[in-house]
């Protein structure tokens, strides 16, 4: 079993755990199911700000710990001040630290949209996701059958969420449908965790015109999204390389600024 599969079987044991605690009445009936959203291709597709996705990571499994003293609060604010488009925000306990309350932090401080990082497996959890401020989803092909991602992108629409979907190689591009709004392209394996940045160059041409593309991972330079931006990349999925500084924040306001010059 590699990592990937050992990280969706702990997850869908820890989802029967929730379900069993907690019910999609209870979901339901939170004070921030009813909220409208906001819409992540529309932040991302601003000419005025970055087109950056600014992440809130505690730690992964291939780095270890990255940062675990920085606020939620605080480093979210201060993505925002510093021209992030949108922030995600990683609820995986286990295996990267973060934790549900993580999102209501975030959104109870920031009128940006938040794309819930998570390994989606079940229908609950994207339930969830709206019940806690999320704006987006993420859709993780190498998780999910078909199938899967035909009901849970539909399910995410029906509630207003717009949907991330994540690939990391062109086979997966069959599993596109209609209710998918944003087409992510990982530049890290989530069998190896290599990072790559040309798997986005490789991918882009063969991407369709009607999903915002956003490349994740491995863009540790300004000149990394220059450089994908002439490949009709929109967004980019920025986390570690901000969370591994002593203070998140400054990092990307920081970039951002050598973005523009």
Same mark, same amino acid.
């Given at each position: 079993?590699?990592?990937?599969?050992?990280?969706?079987?702990?997850?869908?044991?820890?989802?029967?755990?929730?379900?069993?605690?907690?019910?999609?009445y209870e979901l339901?009936?939170?004070?921030?199911?009813?909220?409208?959203?906001?819409?992540?291709?529309?932040?991302?597709?601003?000419?005025?700000?970055s087109g950056i996705?600014?992440?809130?990571?505690?730690?992964?499994?291939?780095?270890?710990?990255?940062?675990?003293?920085?606020?939620?609060?605080?480093?979210?604010?201060?993505?925002?001040?510093?021209g992030a488009s949108?922030?995600?925000?990683?609820?995986?306990?286990?295996?990267?630290?973060?934790?549900?309350?993580?999102?209501?932090?975030?959104?109870?401080?920031?009128?940006?949209?938040?794309?819930?990082?998570?390994?989606?497996?079940?229908?609950?959890?994207?339930?969830?996701?709206?019940?806690?401020?999320?704006?987006?989803?993420?859709? /993780?092909?190498?998780?999910?059958?078909?199938?899967?991602?035909?009901?849970?992108?539909?399910?995410?629409?029906?509630?207003?969420?717009?949907?991330?979907?994540?690939?990391?190689?062109?086979?997966?591009?069959?599993?596109?449908?209609?209710? /998918?709004?944003?087409?992510?392209?990982?530049?890290?394996?989530?069998?190896?965790?290599?990072?790559? /940045?040309?798997?986005?160059?490789?991918?882009?041409?063969?991407?369709?015109?009607? *999903?915002?593309?956003?490349?994740?991972?491995?863009?540790?330079?300004?000149?990394?999204?220059?450089?994908?931006?002439?490949?009709?990349?929109?967004?980019?999925?920025?986390?570690?390389? *901000?969370?591994?500084?002593?203070?998140?924040?400054?990092?990307?306001?920081? *970039?951002?600024?050598?973005?523009?010059?």
């Amino acid at each position: 079993m590699n990592i990937l599969e050992q990280i969706v079987a702990d997850k869908r044991r820890k989802i029967d755990e929730i379900k069993s605690k907690k019910s999609i009445y209870e979901l339901e009936n939170s004070s921030l199911f009813a909220r409208n959203t906001f819409s992540l291709k529309e932040f991302v597709n601003n000419e005025n700000l970055s087109g950056i996705i600014a992440e809130f990571k505690r730690k992964s499994p291939s780095k270890g710990v990255i940062n675990q003293i920085s606020a939620v609060e605080n480093v979210t604010q201060a993505y925002v001040k510093a021209g992030a488009s949108a922030l995600s925000v990683l609820t995986d306990e286990l295996y990267f630290g973060g934790k549900i309350d993580d999102v209501l932090k975030a959104r109870d401080v920031n009128k940006v949209p938040i794309l819930r990082k998570e390994f989606i497996v079940d229908e609950f959890q994207i339930i969830e996701s709206k019940a806690i401020g999320a704006d987006a989803i993420l859709l /993780i092909a190498a998780v999910l059958s078909s199938a899967e991602i035909l009901k849970f992108s539909k399910l995410a629409k029906s509630l207003g969420l717009e949907v991330l979907f994540e690939i990391h190689e062109e086979s997966e591009l069959d599993l596109l449908n209609q209710y /998918i709004d944003l087409l992510g392209v990982n530049n890290r394996s989530l069998k190896t965790f290599k990072t790559d /940045i040309r798997i986005s160059k490789e991918l882009a041409s063969k991407i369709p015109f009607e *999903f915002v593309k956003i490349s994740e991972s491995g863009l540790h330079e300004p000149a990394h999204l220059l450089e994908l931006q002439q490949f009709g990349y929109q967004g980019f999925l920025i986390g570690e390389k *901000f969370m591994a500084s002593s203070n998140p924040g400054q990092a990307c306001a920081d *970039f951002i600024k050598r973005l523009n010059l």
